[in-house]
């Protein structure tokens, strides 16, 4: 489909892989943009690998399905690396974005040869940093934004910190906080 943006999520249960696909959905939904924001079930349990995906386009999107050859892939745990094929599909001319403290060239060796751009973050020190805890979904969206270039910073930020104050209303720190996460990990993607 022309000009629609597909992004691939791995994950595991906890670590807010299906909620930052759904946030970032939402995000370019009010931005103008049709979407698709959904995760594929197995067993849900803490700790168990998951997937999620992103569809985002201009125009109406009539497909209806996982999706087999991403733009980009996400990947909010490095253990992922050595337990499933991330790259799969992945279109060569996308990108792969993982969270780790290792530098891209370590990560590279674990990514089956794909010839693609390959980004990391530290989403833990960003997380610990801005939040006090690890929450790792809030750095990889703000990471995935950067990477795919799918819509303008300031659009995503003004949407982000809406989208927060409704969600968060009774608790400004964690709005603050998250806002701080997501500019930190803008700068942060290497």
């Not at 994950?11 to 892989?17: C, K, V, W």
Request: charged fraction near 25%; hydrophobic fraction near 40%; proline fraction near 5%.
């Amino acid at each position: 489909m022309k000009n629609c943006v597909e992004i691939r999520w791995h994950g595991r249960g906890g670590q807010g892989a299906k909620t930052a696909a759904l946030l970032l959905a939402d995000v370019a939904f009010k931005t103008g943009r049709y979407v698709q924001g959904f995760p594929e079930y197995g067993p849900e349990r803490m700790g168990a690998p998951i997937t999620a995906y992103n569809r985002i386009s201009p125009q109406q999107i009539r497909v209806h399905s996982n999706i087999y050859e991403p733009d980009f892939v996400v990947v909010v745990d490095e253990s992922l690396l050595g337990a499933i094929d991330v790259t799969e599909g992945l279109n060569p001319d996308g990108a792969i974005l993982v969270n780790t403290s290792k530098p891209k060239e370590k990560i590279a060796q674990k990514l089956n040869g794909y010839k693609g751009a390959v980004y990391t973050i530290d989403a833990r020190k960003v997380s610990v940093a801005c939040l006090g805890k690890y929450f790792p979904n809030t750095p990889m969206l703000a990471g995935i934004v950067k990477v795919s270039g799918v819509m303008e910073w300031n659009d995503f930020i003004t949407e982000m910190s809406a989208s927060f104050k409704h969600k968060f209303a009774s608790k400004p720190e964690v709005i603050e906080g998250n806002m701080k996460a997501l500019e930190m990990a803008y700068n942060e993607v290497k």
